[in-house]
């Protein structure tokens, strides 16, 4: 793609399967930023692992996306994520560590 009509900076969400909390975050590179979650390489992040992405926003200017990851990250953000992602969190419950384990353990 064109770089013209690329928004380079990125706002995600990640919902931890350990402890059902968001992690919020901003980058240029999402790729990269998720690998590096995913696959524990972020000290802050890594003993909340798994993870699974629940949204992600792109924007054109660095002080917006700056400014939607610092609201998501207040309580009332969070409040939204979780009114906005409603039918995604009963999703993302059914792919749990503890659910995974019980229906193995069948």
Do not use: C, I, W
């Amino acid at each position: 793609m064109n770089d013209e009509y690329r928004l380079p900076f990125s706002v995600y969400v990640l919902l931890s399967l350990k402890d059902n909390n968001f992690y919020v975050g901003y980058t240029t590179d999402l790729s990269r930023r998720l690998d590096e979650h995913f696959q524990g390489r972020n000290t802050s992040t890594a003993p909340r692992r798994p993870f699974v992405l629940m949204h992600a926003e792109n924007y054109l200017a660095k002080a917006d996306a700056e400014r939607r990851e610092n609201y998501l990250k207040t309580a009332k953000g969070r409040r939204t994520l979780r009114l906005m992602l409603a039918e995604s969190l009963v999703e993302a419950a059914n792919r749990s560590p503890e659910r995974l384990a019980s229906l193995t353990a069948r």
